[in-house]
């Protein structure tokens, strides 16, 4: 009655043990994975081309879009965060799947050679203890599945913060050294102008120096701006898991200004808390080995436990058949060590998980700091620096051009104008770089993303007259029209300098009235020079 007892009860386990079996899932979850990441406002591509995908993609000018795009369907680290998808879909494949049964087979042999047969023994058995904790195993398994398609969209989103990161960084670059190179133009109008008033001998070599080093440095500051922009770029491309030979495309080199409102920071920690898919997965991943904590603690006595039919066939022909039972018994282990084993691997998973929290409040309030800092900046630049600058470029442009003051000084305070627009464009692209890091510090799109914003200044158009009386293109004058390296012919507008009070015949070159040339004096202190040799110093 036992044995049939004993039977009947492996039999029902083994018929829930086979209708419970799971299969792999056929795309190892990144379905699943991929709807997890776009519901955090990162859409993964599915294309199924990726070649032509990314040749489409490079024949427009890149957008920060478009590289995230790129980014998610070419970077080596998707597809190797994809493949962890495959290894928790095996576990749990595994954990679903009942264990081999054990076949055994025993020949004796009579030692009576008369005897007419041999002993013959036959059986086959299963593991009871894989059996009897196949469902928990199973949950198990899917939470750890689970929690690696968490971790596998959660890499997805911080992968396309790290590129729409490097994508600011790059216009940000690109900008700046455009600005410098023009800031280089107008330093070596200043050093050719300078040296050709060295050469008539209105100036003294200490200012052609002074001139000259400034252009060497606004070069030296022109070449390290645009390493800088083709260290971004190479970043850039590197991320979009893009080749070097695939460094063909053109960036779309506008940043956008700052956006009119920004999120209050009690809402975005309230977000956070519920978006972060890296604190999900850790979250999962600690109550699955919970779990598993409670059931080692439950089970530790249980050890092997193996239970199978046996059918003998005896020396005189008889045949015995019977259940068999193989039990290990708890004499030396007890199981602590895995239970201790289980208790370390669910307070280590505790410890990320709350290191997680910790990080995530503190990540939102330390980048909507920074978000707050450099949007400061960009508005003072804009709203007090950058049209001082710009205010005083004005004015001295029109000293110039009635010869109150040099037109070296005029230089000067264009570079001046133009270093306080590469300030702004710095600022500018702090502030798109701190908003990418703040949504990936809270997890997803910040809520502030659907306003408009418009571009901010071109580098190419700051070179140009700005609508004014006064023209700006003339970068050898800084603004003054017509007027050669020389210094002669200076016009305002269609004013010849001749026809200006007290300035008829005058040689702006020399710096010599035509009618009545004076001997040139070496050295001579500015406060002792004529009225007239005062205007270009």
């Given at each position: 009655m036992v044995s049939q007892r004993l039977l009947l009860l492996s039999g029902a386990l083994l018929v829930a043990g086979l209708g419970g079996c799971a299969s792999i899932p056929a795309d190892w979850g990144r379905g699943e994975a991929a709807q997890l990441a776009a519901s955090h406002g990162r859409t993964i591509p599915q294309a199924d081309d990726a070649a032509a995908f990314t040749r489409e993609a490079l024949s427009r000018p890149l957008t920060a879009d478009t590289a995230v795009q790129l980014a998610l369907l070419n970077n080596p680290l998707v597809r190797s965060e994809t493949a962890r998808l495959g290894f928790a879909a095996a576990d749990l494949y595994d954990a679903g799947r009942l264990a081999n049964p054990v076949f055994s087979a025993t020949r004796l042999s009579p030692g009576d050679a008369a005897a007419p047969n041999a002993q013959l023994t036959l059986g086959i058995a299963f593991n009871f203890v894989n059996l009897l904790f196949l469902?928990?195993?199973?949950?198990?398994?899917?939470?750890?599945?689970?929690?690696?398609?968490?971790?596998?969209?959660?890499?997805?989103?911080?992968?396309?913060?790290?590129?729409?990161?490097?994508?600011?960084?790059?216009?940000?670059?690109?900008?700046?050294?455009?600005?410098?190179?023009?800031?280089?133009?107008?330093?070596?109008?200043?050093?050719?102008?300078?040296?050709?008033?060295?050469?008539a001998g209105n100036i003294s070599r200490r200012e052609l120096a002074l001139e000259q080093a400034a252009a060497s440095q606004a070069h030296l500051d022109a070449l390290s701006a645009r390493?800088?922009?083709v260290e971004a770029r190479g970043a850039l491309n590197r991320l979009m898991g893009l080749s070097a030979a695939q460094d063909t495309w053109s960036l779309d080199a506008r940043l956008a200004e700052p956006l009119p409102r920004e999120d209050e920071l009690g809402a975005l920690l309230r977000l956070a808390a519920g978006s972060r898919l890296d604190v999900a997965a850790a979250r999962t991943n600690a109550e699955a080995l919970a779990a598993r904590f409670g059931?080692?603690?439950?089970?530790?006595?249980?050890?092997?436990?193996?239970?199978?039919?046996?059918?003998?066939?005896?020396y005189d022909g008889a045949i015995n058949l019977g259940p068999t039972l193989q039990l290990e018994l708890p004499?030396?282990?007890?199981?602590?060590?895995?239970?201790?084993?289980?208790?370390?691997?669910?307070?280590?998973?505790?410890?990320?998980?709350?290191a997680r929290v910790l990080d995530s409040s503190n990540e939102v309030k330390l980048a909507n700091a920074r978000l707050l800092s450099a949007k400061a900046r960009a508005e003072s630049y804009r709203s007090a620096l950058i049209p001082q600058r710009e205010a005083v470029v004005e004015q001295m442009e029109r000293e110039v051009n009635y010869m109150l003051i040099?037109?070296?000084?005029?230089?000067?305070?264009?570079?001046?104008?133009?270093?306080?627009?590469a300030g702004y464009l710095d600022a500018v692209r702090d502030y798109w770089i701190a908003r990418t890091e703040l949504a990936r510090a809270v997890g997803r799109q910040l809520p502030s993303?659907?306003?408009?914003?418009?571009?901010?200044?071109?580098?190419?158009?700051?070179?140009?007259?700005?609508?004014?009386?006064?023209?700006?293109?003339?970068?050898?004058?800084?603004?003054v029209k017509g007027m050669d390296h020389s210094g002669r012919h200076m016009q305002h507008e269609g004013m010849e300098t001749d026809d200006m009070p007290g300035m008829q015949g005058?040689?702006?070159?020399?710096?010599?009235?035509?009618?009545?040339?004076?001997?040139?004096?070496e050295e001579q202190p500015a406060e002792e020079k004529p009225a007239h040799e005062h205007q270009h110093h």
């Open positions: 469902p928990v195993n199973t949950r198990y398994a899917g939470a750890q599945f689970e929690a690696a398609k968490l971790a596998v969209a959660a890499a997805a989103v911080d992968l396309a913060a790290d590129v729409e990161a490097a994508y600011y960084e790059a216009v940000g670059a690109e900008q700046l050294a455009q600005m410098r190179e023009a800031v280089v133009r107008a330093a070596k109008a200043s050093a050719d102008l300078a040296q050709r008033f060295f050469d390493a800088a922009a059931l080692e603690r439950r089970t530790r006595l249980i050890g092997g436990i193996e239970i199978g039919v046996e059918r003998e066939k005896d004499l030396f282990n007890w199981g602590a060590g895995r239970v201790a084993a289980a208790r370390a691997a669910l307070e280590q998973a505790e410890a990320e998980l709350d040099g037109v070296f000084e005029l230089l000067v305070a264009k570079q001046q104008e133009y270093d306080a627009y993303s659907d306003q408009p914003a418009e571009p901010t200044l071109d580098p190419q158009e700051l070179t140009k007259p700005k609508g004014g009386s006064m023209d700006h293109s003339g970068h050898a004058m800084g603004g005058m040689d702006h070159g020399t710096h010599e009235a035509a009618s009545e040339p004076e001997p040139k004096q």
